[in-house]
């Protein structure tokens, strides 16, 4: 077993504000593996930019442990607490955070001062980056000559060559437009693959989450609800909060009649059969039915399936799939389809879904 490249443990971060304190991160334990991509995705002011501040040092926790490739960089109890410049780790910010006064080359060799490189190998390497983020041919040029996605590359070049291979990322394809976006995305990715950097990346974008993770860290208001594989996350959320925020979710109140193989739910739309639930669950236990509007049809509504009727209200037509809106006694569901339905608005429809595509988790009355 190699150890972990980072090891955050039961950290607590409180901001002091002049109306009284802010618990920005509530015990929060997270580790990070050599060369694994782990984004933290939550709502904004959930903590994730706290959580990657205290992990490079730029914040001191309040109580907790920050371990880095073995070496204790903070603990409360300890009393330590090492400086940003002593942590061997490199940031990308939304902001780019470039020196508009420095050529794109001095940019990225802006980093390795100081760090006993010649210049001459200094500037090897910083062009070596550049090519590597396809900017091979601007060495020349400074930072207001670049498009934003190009500046994006300046400043993923300079987080190549400093630091050890550990790259803190915060939303760094926020400011870009959607295209640009998921080409840079793809470039992360093949260049992860190329030189292997661990990477904690923080986004509030779901997609960018399922596209770029090993795993995720879904991080509820200052503690992380779940972690695991973007399949994981999306397929088998562990509470109503996570599947709620990845995704879309159909949710409906019922409550438990009986724990099998599968659960039995009454619900105002008939009797369900639930594949996935926690086996703590007993009857007469009030529930949240959770079901993706993906993991709903109006046709393929095989043997074993859960049928309940409804009626269209409206269909929304958006390129690549359509969203149908099903009034029905739970409630109004959306249903995804790929293809046109031969049904029209207003009409009745009957809804199909497996059992092992419904969730059930604990709903408090
Ligand atoms: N310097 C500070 N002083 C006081 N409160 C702060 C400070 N920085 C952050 N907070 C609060 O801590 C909480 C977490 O903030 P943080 O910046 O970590 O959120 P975030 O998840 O990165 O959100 P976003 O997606 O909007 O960037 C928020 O409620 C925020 O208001
Ligand atoms: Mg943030």
């Excluded at 470039?98 to 200094?122: C, E, F, I, M, Q």
């Excluded at 400093?162 to 790259?167: Q, W």
């Excluded at 695991?228 to 999306?234: N, R």
């Excluded at 390129?319 to 959306?334: I, K, Y």
Aim: proline share 5%.
């Amino acid at each position: 077993m190699t150890s972990p490249r980072v090891s955050v443990r039961n950290l607590t971060k409180i901001y002091k504000t002049k109306r009284g304190s802010h618990v920005a991160l509530d015990n929060v334990s997270l580790d990070i593996d050599a060369g694994e991509f782990v984004v933290l995705l939550g709502p904004s002011g959930c903590g994730k930019t706290t959580l990657l501040r205290c992990i490079a040092g730029l914040e001191e926790p309040d109580a907790g442990e920050i371990i880095i490739d073995g070496k204790l960089v903070f603990s409360s109890e300890k009393g330590v607490y090492v400086p940003p410049e002593r942590r061997d780790l490199s940031m990308v910010f939304q902001s780019y955070a470039l020196w508009p006064h420095l050529s794109v080359l001095d940019n990225v060799v802006y980093p390795l001062r100081n760090t006993g490189k010649s210049s001459a190998d200094a500037s090897v390497l910083a062009k070596e980056a550049l090519a590597k983020v396809g900017l091979g041919d601007y060495s020349a040029r400074f930072p207001g000559q670049l498009s934003g996605g190009q500046q994006q590359r300046v400043a993923l070049a300079r987080a190549i060559v400093s630091g050890d291979g550990l790259i803190l990322f915060d939303e760094p394809l926020s400011n870009l437009d959607a295209k640009v976006r998921e080409r840079l995305r793809l470039e992360l990715l093949s260049l992860q693959s190329q030189i292997n950097f661990s990477a904690v990346y923080v986004t509030h974008d779901q997609i960018e989450a399922l596209a770029l993770a090993d795993r995720i860290a879904v991080m509820d208001v200052g503690r992380i609800a779940q972690v695991g594989s973007p399949e994981q996350i999306y397929d088998y959320p562990n509470s109503r909060y996570v599947a709620d925020f990845i995704g879309s979710a159909n949710e409906f109140a019922g409550t438990v009649k009986s724990v099998g193989d599968v659960l039995t739910v009454e619900t105002a739309i008939g009797e369900l059969e639930v594949g996935n639930f926690h086996s703590d669950l007993v009857a007469g236990q009030p529930v949240w039915l959770v079901v993706r509007p993906e993991h709903c049809s109006f046709d393929g509504v095989g043997e074993g399936y859960n049928r309940f009727s409804g009626t269209l209200v409206r269909t929304l037509y958006l390129g690549a799939s359509r969203q149908h809106f099903v009034e029905t006694a739970a409630g109004e569901l959306v249903v995804t389809t790929q293809t046109p339905i031969a049904v029209g608005e207003k009409e009745p429809v009957t809804i199909g879904c497996a059992p092992q595509r419904i969730h059930a988790f604990p709903r408090e009355v």
